[in-house]
C-alpha cells in the first residue's frame, strides 16, 4: 500500500474534500478503462477491415498486427483499472473502518 499514491494519506484525516478527489479518482479510471477498451476495439476493427479489403500482402501484415495489438490494449486497460480500483477501494475502507472506530 505505501507504493500506492494514495498511501501517504492517513484515513483518519480525510477530509470531504479528500473524499471527493477519491470519487473523481474513480471516475477517471473508469474514463480510461474505457478509453483503452475503445482503442482495443478500433484496432481490432481496423485490422479486420484492412485483412478483409486489402490486395497486397504487405497491407495483410499490416491488419494481422492490429489484432492483436487490440486484444493487448485491451488487456493493459483491464489490468491498470484493476489494480487502481483495488488502491482506491483499501482507501476507501481505510477511511469508513476509522469512522466506526470513533463512533
Request: hydrophobic letters at 45%; glycine letters at 8%; one cysteine or more.
Amino acid at each position: 500500500m505505501r507504493d500506492s499514491p494514495y498511501g501517504k494519506f492517513d484515513s483518519r484525516e480525510l477530509i470531504l474534500r479528500d473524499e471527493l478527489a477519491i470519487d473523481r479518482t474513480l471516475l477517471a479510471n473508469e474514463r480510461t478503462l474505457l478509453a483503452y477498451l475503445r482503442s482495443g476495439v478500433a484496432l481490432l476493427i481496423a485490422g479486420v477491415s484492412i485483412i478483409h479489403f486489402a490486395e497486397k500482402s504487405w497491407f495483410q501484415v499490416v491488419g494481422i498486427a492490429c489484432i492483436p495489438g487490440g486484444v493487448i490494449t485491451g488487456l493493459i486497460g483491464v489490468v491498470r483499472h484493476r489494480k487502481m480500483s483495488r488502491s482506491i477501494y483499501l482507501i476507501r475502507r481505510k477511511s469508513d473502518g476509522s469512522e466506526k472506530e470513533n463512533l
